[in-house]
């Protein structure tokens, strides 16, 4: 499967942003997708997660409550929808796919390009 994240930008800080993963190649529907970030000088972390169905999702409790993950598999796109933006969450945005439900960035077979979310004070 191949992804492409998009709907990064530069925002203040308490916007909103919607990021989008879609994807192709195969069954959008077969995979669990994973959001993930890097900052400058960091390591990848873990977002949030969702399954195949979208009726089982996770949220890190670094943006519990401001960030929602959501899916349509009839449109095979993943959104993550991003509140209340600060400028800690400033970072290259990723979408993952895996086989399994799970949170580390290991576990994720296949990778979208990136976006990058830039939220100023």
């Known amino acids: 499967v191949q992804l492409q994240a998009s709907g990064g930008g530069l925002v203040q800080a308490g916007d909103s942003l919607r990021l989008s993963c879609t994807a192709s190649g195969s069954t959008f529907g077969n995979y669990n997708i994973g959001w993930f970030r890097q900052a400058p000088g960091k390591e990848r972390a873990f977002v949030a997660i969702i399954n195949r169905e979208g009726r089982m999702k996770y949220v890190a409790d670094p943006v519990k409550g401001r960030f929602t993950i959501s899916r349509d598999n009839t449109k095979n796109t993943a959104y993550l929808e991003m509140n209340s933006l600060q400028p800690g969450d400033t970072a290259v945005y990723y979408c993952?796919?895996?086989?399994?439900?799970?949170?580390?960035?290991?576990?994720?077979?296949?990778w979208g390009q990136g976006t990058q979310v830039t939220v100023s004070s």
């Open positions: 993952a796919a895996t086989w399994k439900y799970r949170q580390g960035a290991h576990e994720f077979e296949y």
